[in-house]
């Protein structure tokens, strides 16, 4: 996870949707606009992370670290938290 520790993905399933995005943190074309995108139409949507859905954003990169995942969040909570 952004935060170093192993996770598995069936730890994320908590009896709610998984909404699971597959890219590349440091992106340069792409990745941004989809999460981008998706994170404009669930909020449009009405629904909320956590209650209605949960939300998971996986690099195909494996020499992305937990640091670029943690960056990658920090940003897109800060520009698409409600």
Sequence with gaps: D?????LRLS???EGLP???VLGYFHCP??????RADLFQALRAS???AGR???F?????DPSETSAAAAAAKA???QRFSA
């Design 11 to 13: 730890d994320l399933f």
């Design 18 to 20: 998984l909404i699971l």
């Design 52 to 54: 209605d859905y949960i």
């Design 75 to 77: 940003t897109d909570l």
């Design 2 to 6: 952004e935060s170093g520790q192993a």
């Design 56 to 60: 998971a954003a996986l690099s195909v």
């Design 29 to 34: 074309k792409l990745c941004n606009v989809v």
């Design 46 to 48: 009405g629904m909320v």
